[in-house]
Nanobody, 121 residues
């Protein structure tokens, strides 16, 4: 059974920084794309950043230049370093990963339980 476990959320003042972590555990063959989504109250869940198996990255426009996604392949872990945080970044952040149970499988999406990030003065 595959699990994604997030950590690193919390409260910070505007302009502050936080780092989120997400570790995948369980029995699987390959991890393809991993990423972070967020959902603010009353809003739909949106992609924040993603990193492909080859290392290429994508970011939503509102976080470019402030957030950095990285991946430790040996630990099956991704990180989201967030700087210059704004009140609009307040949301529950969810880790997502496309994971294949066996070689050659296309994989399926898994989600973490979410970690709350609050940016407020």
């Amino acid at each position: 059974q595959v699990q994604l476990v997030e950590s690193g959320g919390g409260s910070v003042q505007p302009g502050g920084s936080l780092r989120l972590s997400c570790a995948a555990s369980g029995s699987f063959s390959s991890i393809y794309t991993m990423g972070w989504y967020r959902q603010a109250p009353g809003n739909q869940r949106e992609l924040v950043a993603a990193i492909m198996s080859g290392g290429s990255t994508v970011y939503t426009d509102s976080v470019k230049g402030r957030f950095t996604i990285s991946r430790d392949y040996g630990k099956n872990t991704i990180y989201l370093q967030m700087h210059s945080l704004k009140p609009d970044d307040t949301a529950v952040y969810y880790c997502n990963a496309r994971i294949a149970a066996r070689p050659g499988y296309s994989g399926m999406d898994y989600w973490g339980e979410g970690t709350l990030v609050t940016v407020s003065s």
